[in-house]
């Protein structure tokens, strides 16, 4: 049980509050690459209502959706040489929020130079257009090892699910549920649909173990047959604070990441990369493909194990009700990470950079996180599974990825 | 668990996490103030035992 008043503590992302001031020391994913064009996007981040655009010089902008002159939404504008301008009215502004035009006023009128839209500094890296919320002066955007490593393919899954981030990422931090939620459960449904089980996810946890390191919480399991020599042990794979798991084995190095857009809505990002034993040619653009989150019959889809996750979290409510909950012994690694989203809270409010923040260039070439790559005691069993069990069912290049491991394609595999 | 068990300072901007193990009800709190992190267990009856004297 969490009192109702650090659950909200927890959970609300708005502006000015104690997880919303946290979070808003980060960069954050606004975006896929394919998103920001000349056609202006609504994006909603941390409860703010955003517009992005990539103006006709090719500069990108994200602006506060309502324009400042009559709260027109921007997104109904028109993209320009120096920015974007107002549908409404022809107010025009630049990518950094100065409004250059006021079409209406007197010509020797100086009232634009005192109007600014709100505007955040927004960058581009592997793929993924990034927004910082916060302060300046803006810290680094990390540069994370799977957005800069130059010889991998890649591609990018998205989903936007209807609950709060933290409960998302408390199941990176819950190894136990492997066995049962995709194990026991998937098995089941698997078993309904005339199917094998998954063999890879079942195997049972002798123990887990959990520390906070400088990247966020580096979790390790020990599997039934295991010893700790194995790498699921000894090397294991990072919550990435304040939002990101880093997971993968068998050549497939991927993050999830849980961009909250408000307190009840999380846009949750698949990022996938291959590396291959022999040379691939390279990619001309980085794949972008949503993830269903429905089938037919408006179920959720849970017949495999990112559908099974996305189900366990959404069905535990828009924001978990964690004042009626029951933790064990088996939850300490949720309890530690709340405890360190309340300690990091604690940092900002002393005026303090949390964790995870950047500020030293020659440090920021390519972060580098530990992984497995013998995951769950197996690299190509662990490779089939992900391929064929995971959002990757998806992807546009899965067949071609598949093909490039070598490994053979699945019978009625799509 | 309203105040912290170290310092006494109020635990209000704190951190206190109920968890069970077996019948022993557990608080985990961290305390801002003094940077104290301790698990405060409530147990179902004290024991205890008198050493030889």
Same mark, same amino acid.
């Given at each position: 049980?969490?009192?109702?008043?650090?659950?909200?503590?927890? $959970?609300?992302?708005?502006?000015?509050?104690?997880?919303?001031? !946290?979070?808003?020391?980060?960069?954050?994913?606004?975006?896929?690459?394919?998103?920001?064009?000349?056609?202006?996007? #609504? #994006?909603?981040?941390?409860?703010?209502?955003?517009?992005?655009?990539?103006? =006709?010089?090719?500069?990108?902008?994200?602006?506060?959706?309502?324009?400042?002159?009559?709260?027109?939404?921007?997104?109904?504008?028109? $993209?320009?040489?120096?920015?974007?301008?107002?549908?409404?009215?022809?107010?025009?502004?630049? &990518?950094?929020?100065?409004?250059?035009?006021?079409?209406?006023?007197?010509?020797?009128?100086?009232?634009?130079?005192?109007?600014?839209? $709100?505007?955040?500094?927004?960058?581009?890296?592997?793929?993924?257009?990034?927004?910082?919320?916060?302060?300046?002066?803006?810290?680094?955007?990390?540069?994370?090892?799977?957005?800069?490593?130059?010889?991998?393919?890649? *591609?990018?899954?998205?989903?936007?699910?209807?609950?709060?981030?933290?409960?998302?990422?408390?199941?990176?931090?819950?190894?136990?549920?492997?066995?049962? !939620?995709?194990?026991?459960?998937?098995?089941?449904?698997?078993?309904?649909?005339?199917?094998?089980?998954?063999?890879?996810? &079942?195997?049972?946890?002798?123990?887990?173990?959990?520390?906070?390191?400088?990247?966020?919480?580096?979790?390790? #399991?020990?599997?039934?047959?295991? &010893?700790?020599?194995?790498?699921?042990?000894?090397?294991?794979?990072?919550? +990435?604070?304040?939002?990101?798991?880093?997971?993968?084995?068998?050549?497939?190095? $991927?993050?999830?990441?849980?961009?909250?857009?408000? *307190?009840?809505?999380?846009?949750?990002?698949?990022?996938?990369?291959?590396?291959?034993?022999?040379?691939?040619?390279?990619?001309? =653009?980085?794949?972008?493909?949503?993830?269903?989150?429905?089938?037919?019959?408006?179920?959720?889809?849970?017949?495999?194990?990112?559908?099974?996750?996305?189900? =366990?979290?959404?069905?535990?409510?828009?924001?978990?009700?964690?004042?009626?909950?029951?933790?064990?012994?088996?939850?300490?690694?949720?309890?530690?990470? #709340?405890?360190?989203?309340?300690?990091?809270?604690?940092?900002?409010?002393?005026?303090? *950079?949390?964790?995870?923040?950047?500020?030293?260039?020659?440090?920021?070439?390519?972060?580098?996180?530990?992984?497995?790559?013998?995951?769950?005691?197996?690299?190509?069993?662990?490779?089939?599974?992900?391929?064929?069990?995971?959002?990757?069912?998806?992807?546009?290049?899965?067949?071609? +990825?598949?093909?490039?491991?070598?490994?053979?394609?699945?019978?009625?595999? =799509? | 668990? &309203?105040?912290?068990?170290?310092?006494? *300072?109020?635990?209000?901007?704190?951190?206190?996490?109920?968890?069970?193990?077996?019948?022993?009800?557990?608080?985990?709190?961290?305390?801002?103030?003094?940077?104290?992190?301790?698990?405060?267990?409530?147990?179902?009856?004290? +024991?205890?035992?008198?050493?030889?004297?």
């Amino acid at each position: 049980m969490l009192s109702q008043e650090r659950n909200e503590r927890l $959970t609300a992302v708005g502006p000015g509050t104690p997880m919303g001031n !946290l979070l808003r020391r980060y960069w954050w994913p606004v975006a896929t690459h394919d998103m920001a064009g000349r056609v202006p996007v #609504r #994006r909603r981040l941390l409860g703010e209502d955003l517009v992005l655009f990539r103006d =006709a010089s090719g500069r990108l902008g994200l602006l506060a959706e309502q324009c400042p002159h009559r709260r027109a939404s921007l997104a109904l504008g028109c $993209t320009e040489r120096d920015g974007l301008r107002c549908g409404y009215h022809g107010w025009l502004f630049d &990518t950094g929020g100065q409004c250059l035009e006021q079409p209406g006023e007197p010509a020797d009128s100086t009232f634009a130079d005192r109007i600014r839209a $709100t505007s955040y500094p927004v960058a581009e890296l592997g793929g993924l257009i990034f927004a910082y919320l916060g302060p300046a002066p803006a810290p680094l955007l990390p540069r994370y090892d799977l957005f800069v490593w130059p010889d991998v393919w890649r *591609d990018i899954a998205h989903a936007e699910l209807p609950c709060n981030f933290v409960q998302i990422m408390e199941n990176s931090v819950d190894p136990y549920h492997v066995e049962w !939620l995709h194990g026991r459960y998937g098995s089941f449904l698997k078993e309904l649909a005339g199917e094998p089980p998954l063999p890879v996810v &079942t195997k049972k946890h002798v123990k887990v173990a959990f520390e906070v390191f400088e990247h966020g919480i580096l979790k390790r #399991r020990l599997l039934e047959g295991q &010893t700790e020599q194995d790498e699921d042990w000894k090397t294991g794979h990072p919550l +990435v604070f304040p939002a990101m798991l880093r997971v993968g084995g068998g050549g497939i190095a $991927t993050f999830q990441i849980r961009v909250p857009v408000d *307190d009840t809505h999380t846009w949750h990002v698949w990022y996938q990369t291959y590396r291959f034993d022999q040379p691939a040619p390279p990619q001309a =653009a980085i794949p972008v493909y949503p993830v269903p989150l429905h089938d037919a019959r408006g179920e959720w889809l849970r017949d495999y194990v990112d559908g099974q996750d996305i189900c =366990a979290w959404v069905t535990q409510g828009a924001i978990a009700d964690r004042s009626r909950e029951h933790l064990g012994r088996s939850d300490l690694g949720v309890i530690m990470l #709340r405890k360190l989203y309340f300690e990091q809270m604690e940092r900002v409010e002393a005026g303090q *950079d949390p964790i995870c923040v950047f500020r030293d260039q020659a440090a920021n070439g390519c972060i580098d996180l530990p992984m497995e790559r013998e995951k769950f005691g197996g690299a190509e069993a662990f490779r089939d599974i992900w391929l064929h069990e995971s959002s990757i069912r998806y992807s546009p290049i899965r067949d071609q +990825v598949v093909s490039q491991f070598g490994d053979q394609p699945r019978a009625g595999a =799509a | 668990m &309203t105040h912290c068990p170290g310092c006494g *300072d109020s635990l209000g901007p704190g951190f206190v996490q109920e968890f069970w193990t077996g019948a022993d009800r557990n608080f985990l709190c961290w305390c801002p103030g003094c940077g104290l992190m301790c698990t405060v267990v409530i147990g179902t009856r004290l +024991v205890s035992s008198e050493p030889e004297h």
